[in-house]
Nanobody, 118 residues
């Protein structure tokens, strides 16, 4: 089973920055897509924040574009989410996802809490 562990969350004031990390138990270079999702406080559904393919193609949600940057370090099997100019509506549990239908991979981490508040 593929294991993912997130880290880097915390409390930050509006306008501040955080960098999230996701370490994976196997080579991420062979996984088609890696992504960050956010689960808002009190909500059950998770929404896509950003994703990156094995080829380096990235995509962002409307709220993340221009403020967040997703990247991956294949040598370290780690994915990152650099979050700048954070807003209160960014608050939530951020979860890492690895998805590759050909390899039958759809794995999630436990999440890391991000709280944006003054």
């Amino acid at each position: 089973q593929v294991h993912l562990v997130e880290s880097g969350g915390g409390l930050v004031q509006p306008g501040g920055s955080l960098t999230l990390s996701c370490t994976v138990s196997e080579s991420i270079s062979s996984i088609y897509s890696m992504a960050w999702y956010r689960q808002a406080p009190g909500q059950r559904d998770r929404g896509l924040v950003a994703d990156i393919t094995s080829g380096g193609v990235t995509d962002y949600s409307d709220t993340a574009v221009g403020r967040f940057t997703i990247s991956r370090d294949n040598a370290k099997n780690t994915m990152f989410l650099q979050m700048n100019n954070l807003k209160p509506e960014d608050t939530g549990v951020y979860l890492c996802n690895a998805d590759d239908r050909y390899k039958s991979i759809d794995a999630w981490g436990q999440g890391t809490q991000v709280t944006v508040s003054s």
